[in-house]
């Protein structure tokens, strides 16, 4: 519910009386990913340890099954919008 209000064009000033509507919004799932933003950190090692442990997040993920290893990595990296850095052995996915 939200209150529409006409405005006077001249004064810019809104009329007390206003008119209550609708808007219908669609379904929307919002996931953990939508939270990331993939940036690349030059030295992945020492931002991880000067981060404040107050900002650590422990959740737990079912991945289903999997084929293969690189395909577990893709799906870890989609599920949580991240992506592996430095000399990650797995960075190459």
């Not at 996931?31 to 992945?44: E, Q, R, T, W």
């Not at 737990?60 to 870890?76: F, I, M, N, P, Q």
Request: net charge negative; proline share 4%.
């Amino acid at each position: 519910m939200f209150c529409v209000h006409q405005v006077d064009p001249a004064t810019g000033e809104a009329e007390e009386d206003g008119v209550e509507d609708e808007y219908q919004l669609e379904d929307l799932e919002i996931v953990a990913a939508d939270y990331m933003l993939k940036v690349g950190v030059s030295n992945f090692k020492n931002a991880w340890e000067s981060m404040d442990p107050d900002n650590e997040r422990i959740d737990e993920y079912g991945l289903g099954v999997k084929e293969s290893l690189a395909e577990t990595v893709t799906a870890v990296i989609d599920i949580l919008g991240m992506q592996p850095c430095e000399v990650s052995p797995l960075s190459q996915f």
